[in-house]
């Protein structure tokens, strides 16, 4: 009787199926991941999250997963020691290529991840493994295993994607010419050694069997058609899940603490305060940290400034930057700016009913926040994937302004400039449009993910693709 009891139980253990989620080191595609992991962790599917110690314990301090997150196993494997300098608020190409040590130190997660796929395969029907598409090396070796599949996870917007595939395949069919007016080139994007890195990855990607997208057809779904073309896709199926950021915030006990800018936006009128961040990867210099604090004061606008440096390969090793702002700066603008210099709860900031405009890098993770909360930009891009995400905000969606084309990337932003931009997202008719298109945006993502929503069937459709006997 009880080796009946112990075959059915194997049994049952047998027929699970098992996600297991490979992120890139750097915190927009740590969060990403983490974020996805908690919507699939809600089906009651067991997900398993890979990284160091370091990076998993970055993620979950700063994700913002509030019911999930605990049903996730983590598994913490080590790298060798990788340096991890400060970033160079002085280099031209405002690539983090600070981080590039971190990120060549990601490849020895290969052997680890390997055997966690063989173990996992053993014991479950299925091993779906969702890696980030700058982490294909670490993965490659589930094709030899019958019951494991692979689905590349893209952390950029569906029209950025597009165009670098299609760029990368010679054009190989016409698209709309308004797309590419403005175009930026991809020239500073990238430092030469990222590039190499990116290439050896992406070559690992030809065995997956689908792709997936932090967006939505709601704001995306003339690129994701594109994408979806036999001449770009090679017939791979292709789910967009996003926005994986949670939309509604859970109510604060009388014990929970909020951070002080929360509170603080509790205190202003609608839509009056200009919320300022450059994400995890942006250094910018003395000098236009000063002409950036002159712009904001001499504005008149009530701002949220987040004021750090970008993240370093092991973000808690401590020696942080003083940054040289103007004199008196703090006490005249008291009253109406307060700055924040460690990690802030941007969605919770970017979802306050205070916040009316977004300064910001237009990092990918960034857009798809400010768009679900229904703020628009004043796009100040840096590198990556940024000046096209520009592009789409600003002439495609519409729901934006540009700071600094990118042509003039290594021009310093001076304060008039910074002063003219917030004035007109803050305090002009055309930036209340701006904000009215980003209010319908967000309108739109909250119904896709309601019963019966694109979002929620795309997801959907998604588990039971994986689940499938």
Same mark, same amino acid.
């Given at each position: 009787?009880?080796?009946?009891?112990?075959?059915?139980?194997?049994?049952?253990?047998?027929?699970?199926?098992?996600?297991?989620?490979?992120?890139?080191?750097?915190? *927009?595609?740590?969060?990403?991941?983490?974020?996805?992991?908690?919507?699939?962790?809600?089906?009651?599917?067991?997900?398993?999250?890979?990284?160091?110690?370091?990076?998993?314990?970055?993620?979950?301090?700063?994700?913002?997963?509030?019911?999930?997150?605990?049903?996730?196993?983590?598994?913490?494997?080590?790298?060798?020691?990788?340096?991890?300098?400060?970033?160079?608020?002085?280099?031209?190409?405002?690539?983090?290529?600070?981080?590039?040590?971190?990120?060549?130190?990601?490849?020895?997660?290969?052997? $680890?991840?390997?055997?966690?796929?063989?173990?996992?395969?053993?014991?479950?029907?299925?091993?779906?493994?969702?890696?980030?598409?700058?982490? *294909?090396?670490?993965?490659?070796?589930?094709?030899?295993?019958?019951?494991?599949?692979?689905?590349?996870?893209?952390?950029?917007?569906?029209?950025?994607?597009?165009?670098?595939?299609?760029?990368?395949?010679?054009?190989?069919?016409?698209?709309?010419?308004?797309?590419?007016?403005?175009?930026?080139?991809?020239?500073?994007?990238?430092?030469?050694?990222?590039?190499?890195?990116?290439?050896?990855?992406?070559?690992?990607?030809?065995?997956?069997?689908?792709?997936?997208?932090?967006?939505?057809?709601?704001?995306?779904? $003339?690129?994701?058609?594109?994408?979806?073309?036999?001449?770009?896709?090679?017939?791979?199926?292709?789910?967009?899940?996003?926005?994986?950021?949670?939309?509604?915030?859970?109510?604060?006990?009388?014990?929970?603490?909020?951070?002080?800018?929360?509170?603080?936006?509790?205190?202003?009128?609608?839509?009056?305060?200009?919320?300022?961040?450059? *994400?995890?990867?942006?250094?910018?210099?003395?000098?236009?940290?000063?002409?950036?604090?002159?712009?904001?004061?001499?504005?008149?606008?009530?701002?949220?400034?987040?004021?750090?440096?970008?993240?370093?390969?092991?973000?808690?090793?401590?020696?942080?930057?003083?940054?040289?702002?103007?004199?008196?700066?703090?006490?005249?603008?008291?009253?109406?700016?307060?700055?924040?210099?460690?990690?802030?709860?941007?969605?919770?900031?970017?979802?306050?009913?205070?916040?009316?405009?977004?300064?910001?890098?237009?990092?990918?993770?960034?857009?798809?926040?400010?768009?679900?909360?229904?703020?628009?930009?004043?796009?100040?891009?840096?590198?990556?994937?940024? $000046?096209?995400?520009?592009?789409?905000?600003?002439?495609?969606?519409?729901?934006?302004?540009?700071?600094?084309?990118?042509?003039?990337?290594?021009?310093?932003?001076?304060?008039?400039?910074?002063?003219?931009?917030?004035?007109?997202?803050?305090?002009?008719?055309?930036?209340?449009?701006?904000?009215?298109?980003?209010?319908?945006?967000?309108?739109?993502?909250?119904?896709?993910?309601?019963?019966?929503?694109?979002?929620?069937?795309?997801?959907?459709?998604?588990?039971?693709?994986?689940?499938?006997?």
């Amino acid at each position: 009787m009880a080796s009946n009891l112990h075959f059915c139980n194997n049994n049952q253990k047998s027929q699970k199926v098992v996600v297991v989620m490979v992120p890139f080191p750097a915190q *927009g595609h740590l969060n990403q991941l983490l974020q996805l992991s908690c919507l699939i962790a809600s089906y009651n599917i067991q997900v398993h999250y890979v990284s160091t110690k370091t990076h998993n314990l970055q993620a979950k301090l700063r994700v913002h997963c509030f019911d999930s997150i605990s049903k996730i196993h983590f598994h913490e494997f080590s790298t060798p020691n990788f340096i991890s300098p400060s970033p160079n608020p002085n280099f031209q190409i405002k690539f983090p290529s600070h981080l590039q040590p971190s990120f060549e130190a990601s490849s020895y997660l290969r052997k $680890p991840v390997k055997k966690l796929l063989q173990t996992l395969s053993s014991k479950n029907r299925r091993v779906i493994i969702i890696n980030d598409s700058l982490m *294909g090396s670490v993965v490659q070796d589930f094709v030899s295993l019958p019951n494991a599949e692979a689905y590349t996870f893209h952390s950029v917007s569906a029209f950025t994607l597009f165009l670098f595939i299609w760029e990368k395949r010679n054009r190989p069919f016409p698209i709309d010419a308004e797309m590419l007016n403005e175009l930026p080139t991809l020239e500073g994007c990238f430092s030469p050694e990222f590039e190499r890195f990116m290439k050896i990855e992406h070559d690992c990607m030809k065995f997956n069997s689908g792709k997936i997208y932090n967006t939505c057809r709601v704001i995306e779904s $003339p690129f994701l058609d594109l994408l979806s073309k036999e001449l770009i896709d090679n017939n791979k199926k292709q789910w967009a899940l996003g926005p994986f950021n949670p939309l509604t915030f859970p109510k604060k006990g009388p014990n929970t603490r909020s951070h002080n800018c929360l509170l603080w936006l509790d205190k202003q009128e609608p839509n009056s305060v200009l919320y300022v961040s450059f *994400g995890t990867t942006t250094s910018f210099s003395d000098e236009q940290i000063r002409e950036m604090a002159i712009g904001l004061e001499q504005s008149q606008q009530k701002f949220v400034w987040v004021l750090r440096d970008a993240d370093k390969g092991n973000v808690f090793t401590k020696d942080s930057r003083k940054f040289e702002l103007p004199k008196g700066f703090e006490e005249r603008v008291k009253e109406r700016g307060i700055l924040v210099r460690d990690w802030a709860p941007q969605l919770e900031i970017l979802g306050h009913v205070s916040i009316g405009g977004f300064l910001s890098h237009c990092g990918w993770n960034s857009c798809i926040e400010s768009i679900s909360m229904g703020v628009p930009i004043a796009a100040w891009p840096m590198h990556s994937d940024q $000046p096209r995400n520009t592009v789409l905000i600003t002439k495609i969606l519409k729901i934006g302004l540009v700071v600094r084309d990118w042509a003039h990337r290594n021009e310093l932003v001076k304060s008039n400039i910074v002063k003219k931009c917030v004035e007109k997202l803050m305090a002009s008719k055309e930036g209340d449009e701006m904000r009215n298109r980003a209010k319908n945006s967000s309108v739109a993502i909250r119904k896709s993910v309601g019963e019966g929503g694109v979002k929620r069937m795309e997801l959907d459709s998604f588990i039971s693709h994986i689940t499938r006997y």
